[in-house]
């Protein structure tokens, strides 16, 4: 994934940095200290390209689940419940977790076994 070469390049850069400057560093305590300090920034950086990195694909991930379950409520509103089903079914095979698009496909497949079973289709609930 785009995060695992982000990490491995990030690592070679670092790895190629130290050997460089331990080769640089020649028993003055200063010199300790700067590398030190070089190594901290290095991290601080790679750590931050990782966060972007990692927050920015969720973004996108959310982003297509989004799509798919507003897909879903289309095809659903047009009466196209197969079609509906298959876009739910996208947006959880993105994020198993959204559950605005379970219970979309739960509505849509309870109400098709209606329509199947020969049933009314379901109306609005009466008011108590």
Known sequence: SAVASVVTSARASVVSAKAALLRWI?????????LLA???????????????????SQAVLRE?????????????????R?????????????DAQFE????????????????VEGGPPETASPRE
């Open 82 to 94: 197969q079609s509906a089903v298959a876009r739910f079914d996208e947006a959880l095979s993105l």
């Open 64 to 80: 297509q689940v989004l799509e798919a379950y507003s897909q879903g409520l289309e095809a659903e509103q047009a009466g196209n």
């Open 38 to 56: 070089l190594v901290a920034v290095l991290l601080l950086l790679v750590g931050g390209m990782v966060w972007m990195r990692v927050q920015q």
């Open 26 to 34: 020649a028993g003055d305590a200063r010199r300790v200290w700067v």
């Open 100 to 115: 605005p698009a379970r219970e979309a496909r739960a509505r849509v497949l309870t109400e098709q076994r209606r329509i």
